[in-house]
């Protein structure tokens, strides 16, 4: 009897701890929710407009670097409608450009003097980034969808930007604008001119993002896509080596599935 009596005070506050840290652990998934995240990004650093990095007839190709990007968030629901996201995301963004340009302006590194160069060149951009974002949900009642809107910053990590002039002519510079009666050489595929601005590519990102998540098969389940675009010159200010600024503009595609 005396077993009995020790085993049930031992067992009845063991089952009501138990009891509480289950009605705690809901109380929290009421509340908030856990996401993991994967997908890809495409996208990369682009000028405001076209026509200042090309030109009105120039023809480009562009072929993405896609990899996989991963990430974790933490949610907080107000309401069935309502509910503000704080995400971490490793991501790479790159692209590989071929284009014919006719009047591309830019810092001869070797020479420290601006120069043009019209023909064909070749561009390489690499970014591999932290992200860290904020952003609120907005969800409609019916059919699982909800909108995004928020803000990001990211760090880069060992970012690469190379531009190789191909095939073509290079001329000088005055006042901003091309001298095409100043040759300045030829370049041929034999000796492209080769300039790496890596070392002088900005390391940070602030910016905001927009986007929509459908749910699919599972309430946890969720596809979503986003489009981000930063504020910041790629460059760093005290090393502008290119006629105009250029910014990260980036669409993102991600599978989601929150613990709740």
Do not use: K, L, N
């Given at each position: 009897m005396k077993k009995i009596i020790l085993i049930t005070a031992l067992f009845v506050p063991s089952i009501y701890v138990?009891?509480?840290?289950?009605r705690e652990k809901r109380t929290f998934f009421d509340k908030f929710s856990v996401g993991v995240h994967t997908g890809i990004d495409i996208g990369g650093a682009m000028p405001l407009s076209i026509s200042d990095a090309l030109g009105s007839d120039d023809k480009v190709n562009v072929t993405p670097r896609v990899?996989?990007?991963?990430?974790l968030s933490l949610t907080k629901h107000f309401n069935d409608r309502w509910s503000l996201s704080l995400e971490s995301f490793y991501?790479?963004?790159g692209l590989d450009i071929t284009?014919?340009?006719?009047?591309?302006?830019?810092?001869?590194?070797?020479?420290d003097v601006w120069v043009a160069f019209r023909g064909t060149a070749h561009m390489e951009m690499a970014f591999p980034m932290f992200e860290f974002a904020l952003y609120g949900r907005y969800a409609f009642e019916n059919f699982g969808g909800r909108v995004i809107l928020g803000a990001f910053y990211s760090r880069n990590v060992n970012p690469r930007f190379i531009a190789e002039p191909r095939k073509g002519m290079l001329f000088g510079v005055i006042d901003g604008r091309p001298n095409f009666n100043d040759p300045g050489g030829i370049i041929s595929p034999d000796?492209?001119?080769?300039?790496d601005f890596s070392d002088a590519m900005s390391r940070w990102d602030l910016g905001i993002l927009v986007g929509y998540e459908q749910r699919l098969f599972f309430p946890q389940l969720?596809?979503?896509g986003r489009l981000a675009m930063g504020f910041n010159d790629i460059f760093h200010p005290d090393s502008r080596y290119l006629a105009f600024k250029m910014q990260h503009v980036r669409a993102s595609l991600a599978l989601s599935y929150h613990f709740r």
């Open positions: 138990m009891a509480e840290g289950s990899r996989p990007a991963i990430g991501r790479f963004v284009t014919r340009v006719q009047e591309q302006i830019f810092v001869d590194r070797e020479e000796d492209p001119f080769t300039q969720f596809i979503s």
